[in-house]
């Protein structure tokens, strides 16, 4: 099935720095999806990336898809404490029909 | 609280006995996915269905496990003859079809 590489594989910040984790594949894809996961908890959907070069944001999170569609990236600005958990980049497996998940960034903030 | 629910959230057995787990998706997903997560791992594919349909199993998943959605409702998961690398998060998502997957809190499988 489609692999997908996430570094770093932790992460550990200061409260208020910035954060970026990157996802790669050695082949293009067709989308990619990024979920969070907390401590403890499930994956949680955060957002679908399709088009080549596609720069989407959801308040201090950006999230990148390369022009070549076998790279993205998750950006946080300013990371608060609430952002602690594990981050998973997903693409679409063998036949499409379902996602294969990278092994996740775990990041850590301190206050 | 995705709609997603699993039951057991934990499950505790001896090597050698069999377990279910069930699934109960959002209603009106016609598509249901498990996974397997292990410690710092990412979600792994097992199987998933279309409506009652398994449209496709990961090698992953040997002969000692099956799923069934028999009315294309919830979907159960058995492990027969559980061994200690069984050991995982069981964890299964539901979505309309290719359309973003919402997962449910997972059932916390030990074998001992």
């Known amino acids: 099935g489609q692999q997908v590489m996430q570094i770093p594989q932790y992460q550990h910040v200061q409260e208020g720095e910035d954060f970026t984790t990157y996802c790669n594949s050695s082949t293009t894809l067709s989308n990619i999806q990024w979920y969070k996961q907390r401590p403890g908890g499930h994956p949680v959907f955060l957002i679908q990336l399709v088009k080549s070069g596609e720069v989407k944001k959801q308040k201090r999170l950006t999230f990148q898809f390369g022009e070549a569609k076998k790279n993205s990236s998750l950006h946080i600005t300013a990371t608060q404490t609430t952002d602690v958990g594990t981050y998973f980049c997903a693409a679409p497996g063998r036949n499409n029909n379902d996602m294969r998940f990278g092994a996740g960034t775990r990041l850590t903030v301190k206050p | 609280d995705t709609g997603v629910s699993q039951d057991p959230r934990h499950k505790i057995t001896k090597r050698g006995q069999n377990v279910t787990f069930r699934c109960d998706p959002i209603?009106?997903?016609?598509?249901l996915y498990w996974y397997r997560q292990t410690l710092g791992q990412g979600p792994e594919f097992l199987t998933y269905?279309?409506?009652?349909?398994?449209?496709?199993k990961s090698r992953l998943l040997s002969d000692r496990f099956s799923a069934e959605r028999p009315k294309g409702s919830f979907s159960t998961l058995e492990i027969q003859r559980t061994e200690q690398g069984d050991s995982a998060m069981y964890l299964c998502?539901?979505?309309?079809?290719?359309?973003?997957?919402?997962f449910g809190p997972g059932t916390r499988l030990t074998v001992l």
């Open positions: 998502a539901s979505s309309l079809v290719k359309d973003t997957q919402y």
């Open positions: 209603s009106e997903h016609n598509r």
């Open positions: 269905f279309q409506n009652e349909a398994q449209l496709e």
